[in-house]
T-cell receptor
């Protein structure tokens, strides 16, 4: 059964450094999403992406964040200059449209 | 804006018994979807069940069923015959519209199944 994959599973970085989180959505899906979950809290929407552009973003998704689909399979989230409060689990998700979103296993980001 | 409320931060249930996890939602959009996800301690988000706002029947998936009461704006998850492996966080989520809309998640309920 196809699944969303994410790399790395864990990332530790210094405050102020750039990080790129990678996702490979399910191959026939058209909509891609990033969510984050700060430890012990609920899952929060960051951004959705369709047809090679951002379709929606939350107030969390400020200028420090960017997303890209550099080729036909990868979907990346870049944080330009990480802050301590960016420490969280980051989930990528995808779907074909109106049905459920399928989540990847997440990348646990720790900013020191 | 849409909102999801889960009023039970934690629940306990005896193994083999049924348990209901509460979820209420708020939206003015007539077209929406309601979802439940399970998050075990390993952290991944596992899709359990989906209910569309126009679906006439309550959704069922194996031991999971969704008690959808549209007038009350509630979408409670019922787990029958609880198993130890059901111990996890459970999130209710909603999306509005038809395509490509983001999820709004509730705060979650931590379910502990007792042997």
């Amino acid at each position: 059964e196809p699944e969303v994959t994410q790399t790395p599973s864990h990332q530790v970085t210094q405050m102020g450094q750039e990080v790129i989180l990678r996702c490979v959505p399910i191959s026939n899906h058209l909509y891609f999403y990033w969510y984050r979950q700060i430890l012990g809290q609920k899952v929060e929407f960051l951004v959705s992406f369709y047809n090679n552009e951002i379709s929606e973003k939350s107030e969390i998704f400020d200028d420090q964040f960017s997303v890209e689909r550099p080729d036909g399979s990868n979907f990346t989230l870049k944080i330009r200059s990480t802050k301590l409060e960016d420490s969280a689990m980051y989930f990528c998700a995808s779907n074909r449209g109106g049905e459920t979103q399928y989540f990847g296993p997440g990348t646990r980001l720790l900013v020191l | 804006a849409q909102k999801i409320t889960q009023t039970q931060p934690g629940m306990f249930v005896q193994e083999k018994e049924a348990v209901t996890l509460d979820c209420t939602y708020d939206t003015s959009d007539p077209s929406y979807g309601l979802f439940w996800y399970k998050q075990p301690s390993s952290g991944e988000m596992i899709f359990l069940i989906y209910q569309g706002s126009y679906d006439q029947q309550n959704a069922t998936e194996g031991r999971y069923s969704l008690n959808f009461q549209k007038a009350r704006k509630s979408a409670n998850l019922v787990i029958s015959a609880s198993q130890l492996g059901d111990s996890a966080m459970y999130f209710c989520a909603m999306t509005i519209g038809n395509y490509g809309q983001n999820f709004v998640f509730g705060p979650g309920t931590r379910l502990s199944v007792l042997p």
